[in-house]
């Protein structure tokens, strides 16, 4: 039996008008017992730790609803060219170099810089997600996991049978720190007909479903040419809109597709800075929460982004959709509910995104006491438009510490960073033999 | 005579091929004397200080060529509003409040945020110049500072004889760490009479002037309708554009206005994130360098995008710019340019920007040694799509340390934040009553 207390500002993301300037949060175990005013703690509550910082916001842990960890070995290895030439002369060919161990390592790089960021929880889509699921374990953090998968590809068989396999193995493990979903990846790599056996697994096993969809005009181009429909229409066809489904990115759609997605409860996860490294373009976010389609954010994997920090995630998102329809859509703390109640909503994850007495105590703090944070006249807008990943000082899951004082509890950084540097350099070296 | 020796990774930003791996640079009085490979210092060289840090990178301080400092006293005070709403019954109603105590503390709070995330130099356009020109020599900083001219406003008359009194007292201060510049607001907000007598005025004493050009869609509407031009035209036609100028925004412009601006020598303040989050557009910045202009880049005021960091608006400018064009525009290397070089030539600052001999000793290291910093591929890279303000380490100007180990050593941080919080709130107090 475990009983943290922590005295702070308190954020709770339980509505706009929810904040503790004077706040604490107590912890047993790894659930949240009480969150208020300094004093609301219930009277039999010993801690065995009381952290005092009364200059750090806490706040609910970040969700990362899309992303491809093991990717941070392609970080800054080839940018600023064309999509195609990008992904057929430097990604694939990289990918196609990489070990199950590498994608371990590969996966621990990005996990410490996703706790380093404030981020808690992770919808991943990769290979070898044996490798992924162990690197979550290690870390601590809480992660959906999803065996990516290209049905026209030549392994489409194989790694169903994988997909399956890991909902067997890891769905529920780390004491439910890990869900599994499957990973098909997306409407112009997979049939039909795979989909919808995909599918029949997924309801059969009881999980969800992730998939890129409507992510660039030329998969637009490609569907209408071969079915005659948008993405979104030829998947709700497919019967794929069933149970709950991820869809990332959904940059192209159509007025039609829009309702669909709301009418389908499809949860969409937002890419805002991947989405403009690559030119994909500016996906209807406001129209999309209007019609009440839950958002999360996510970063896409770091080969396209190049980090994993949805402080700037969060921030991008604001610019773009302001950029794109007017200054006063997707305010401040509408942002931070698509980074954590949103987030959790589009995982399927019922206990976490939001500090609450039953909730998982998966949480972070901010340090304040910065001159970027003065004056302190809006703890949403300063986390939106002023924070960045380096301001994170503390992060907790499941009632755990993973990081106090910037400084990881559960990952040696050197030895990540060092095999990390050493597996993307020899896979670079041997590209270039 | 002072002398330091820093061995690190030296990204001088001499040319795109320039990279010092396991480099130093010498460093005597507040010049640079020497960079290259370890060894490369001049053998008689006996440094006072030798600073080790071989896991990070040595680069020009960062600048910021369009900003309001004393506006971080605004912060999060209003956001997410249309813009007149948010000028008319937010910001000006504050402004209006401030006394010039208020504008030095919220221009030392500017400073201290602005060290911390490596900028060094910046161009400022506010009124009562002299507390900003003391807190610039109190941060120690380089600036150009520029008094806001509004002709048309009540104190057009008193607002250009304190410009000229600027120039007398500040041009050159502090070892020439200060230069003054002109600052009439804006074509819209000063007639041509009044921008034609300042030009006169700026050519006589000898320096630049600093004017907000075609920031939105209105300002270029109320132009056509009161001159039958655009800004660009009607600031050429008025000869306005004979010596140094900085224009900030230049977010509208049509062909014939970058061919003006190119063929005049104008340089341009490019603000992305103000321009994203108030709606006012994307600058044609792909084209303006193509053009052969001057780009820097600008955070203006706090008040609007929030913060005064430099990296985040070196990624929106580069992101704002892919997802606009393509994704193969403004490579890491070119916005990095932006961001030194640029700055320089356009603040008219003939030895910053560069790491080389004989050029100033402005230089930042970043801390490398950080998950999100691995793989090393591309350092550019690095900086422009993954590095945030807190990942500074160190900061010199003019040979002067301002911050080691993310203490600053000119400011009093605590005293600067207390001060910043309670002259805002109480502004906002009486605003309120």
Redesign the interface.
């Given at each position: 039996m475990s009983k943290v207390l922590i005295r702070a500002m308190v954020l709770p993301m339980t509505g706009a008008d929810m904040f503790y300037p004077q706040g604490e949060i107590a912890i047993e175990n790894d659930r949240i017992l009480a969150v208020g005013e300094r004093g609301s703690a219930p009277s039999g509550f010993v801690p065995d730790r009381t952290l005092d910082l009364p200059n750090d916001l806490v706040m609910p842990g970040l969700i990362n609803t899309h992303t491809h960890a093991a990717m941070?070995?392609l970080?800054?290895?080839a940018?600023?060219?064309?999509?195609m030439p990008?992904l057929k002369e430097k990604v694939w060919p990289f990918e196609d170099k990489l070990t199950e161990e590498d994608i371990y390592w590969g996966t621990a790089?990005a996990l410490?810089?996703m706790i380093?960021?404030g981020t808690t929880t992770m919808l991943d889509m990769y290979v070898a997600m044996d490798q992924v699921a162990e690197a979550v374990l290690k870390a601590g953090t809480r992660a959906v996991l999803s065996r990516g998968l290209i049905g026209n590809g030549p392994n489409g068989e194989s790694a169903f049978q994988e997909g399956c396999d890991l909902v067997r193995r890891y769905h529920g493990a780390g004491k439910g720190r890990i869900n599994v979903m499957f990973g098909p990846h997306a409407p112009y790599t997979c049939s039909g007909e795979y989909l919808q056996k995909v599918k029949a697994e997924a309801d059969r096993l009881g999980v969800g479903i992730h998939i890129h969809v409507a992510e660039t005009q030329d998969e637009i181009n490609i569907l209408r040419e071969q079915y005659g429909k948008t993405p979104v229409q030829w998947l709700d066809e497919l019967g794929l809109f069933g149970g709950h489904v991820v869809a990332a990115h959904c940059v192209h759609l159509t007025q039609e597709d829009m309702e669909i997605l709301a009418r389908r409860h499809v949860c969409v996860a937002h890419n805002a800075?991947s989405?403009?490294?690559?030119?994909s373009?500016?996906a209807p976010i406001t129209e999309l929460r209007a019609k009440g389609v839950v958002i999360g954010l996510g970063t896409d994997g770091a080969s396209s982004?190049?980090?994993?920090?949805l402080?700037?995630e969060m921030?991008?998102a604001?610019?773009?959709q302001?950029?794109q329809?007017?200054?006063?859509?997707?305010?401040?703390y509408e942002v931070l509910e698509m980074a954590t109640v949103g987030g959790a909503q589009t995982l399927g994850l019922e206990d976490v995104g939001m500090l609450a007495p039953g909730f998982k105590a998966d949480l972070i703090t901010i340090d304040m006491?910065?001159?970027?944070f003065?004056?302190?006249?809006?703890i949403p807008?300063?986390l939106v438009?002023?924070a960045?990943?380096?301001?994170v000082r503390t992060v907790m899951v499941d009632g755990k510490f993973l990081m106090e004082e910037r400084k990881l509890l559960t990952m040696d950084?050197s030895e990540?960073?060092k095999e990390?540097?050493t597996r993307?350099?020899r896979i670079?070296e041997e590209l270039k033999g």
């Amino acid at each position: 039996m475990s009983k943290v207390l922590i005295r702070a500002m308190v954020l709770p993301m339980t509505g706009a008008d929810m904040f503790y300037p004077q706040g604490e949060i107590a912890i047993e175990n790894d659930r949240i017992l009480a969150v208020g005013e300094r004093g609301s703690a219930p009277s039999g509550f010993v801690p065995d730790r009381t952290l005092d910082l009364p200059n750090d916001l806490v706040m609910p842990g970040l969700i990362n609803t899309h992303t491809h960890a093991a990717m941070t070995l392609l970080r800054s290895y080839a940018d600023d060219l064309p999509l195609m030439p990008w992904l057929k002369e430097k990604v694939w060919p990289f990918e196609d170099k990489l070990t199950e161990e590498d994608i371990y390592w590969g996966t621990a790089l990005a996990l410490c810089e996703m706790i380093r960021s404030g981020t808690t929880t992770m919808l991943d889509m990769y290979v070898a997600m044996d490798q992924v699921a162990e690197a979550v374990l290690k870390a601590g953090t809480r992660a959906v996991l999803s065996r990516g998968l290209i049905g026209n590809g030549p392994n489409g068989e194989s790694a169903f049978q994988e997909g399956c396999d890991l909902v067997r193995r890891y769905h529920g493990a780390g004491k439910g720190r890990i869900n599994v979903m499957f990973g098909p990846h997306a409407p112009y790599t997979c049939s039909g007909e795979y989909l919808q056996k995909v599918k029949a697994e997924a309801d059969r096993l009881g999980v969800g479903i992730h998939i890129h969809v409507a992510e660039t005009q030329d998969e637009i181009n490609i569907l209408r040419e071969q079915y005659g429909k948008t993405p979104v229409q030829w998947l709700d066809e497919l019967g794929l809109f069933g149970g709950h489904v991820v869809a990332a990115h959904c940059v192209h759609l159509t007025q039609e597709d829009m309702e669909i997605l709301a009418r389908r409860h499809v949860c969409v996860a937002h890419n805002a800075e991947s989405n403009m490294k690559l030119n994909s373009g500016t996906a209807p976010i406001t129209e999309l929460r209007a019609k009440g389609v839950v958002i999360g954010l996510g970063t896409d994997g770091a080969s396209s982004n190049n980090n994993l920090d949805l402080f700037g995630e969060m921030r991008s998102a604001a610019f773009q959709q302001k950029l794109q329809v007017d200054s006063t859509v997707l305010p401040a703390y509408e942002v931070l509910e698509m980074a954590t109640v949103g987030g959790a909503q589009t995982l399927g994850l019922e206990d976490v995104g939001m500090l609450a007495p039953g909730f998982k105590a998966d949480l972070i703090t901010i340090d304040m006491d910065q001159p970027h944070f003065y004056p302190r006249f809006s703890i949403p807008a300063h986390l939106v438009y002023v924070a960045h990943a380096g301001d994170v000082r503390t992060v907790m899951v499941d009632g755990k510490f993973l990081m106090e004082e910037r400084k990881l509890l559960t990952m040696d950084v050197s030895e990540v960073c060092k095999e990390a540097e050493t597996r993307a350099k020899r896979i670079a070296e041997e590209l270039k033999g």
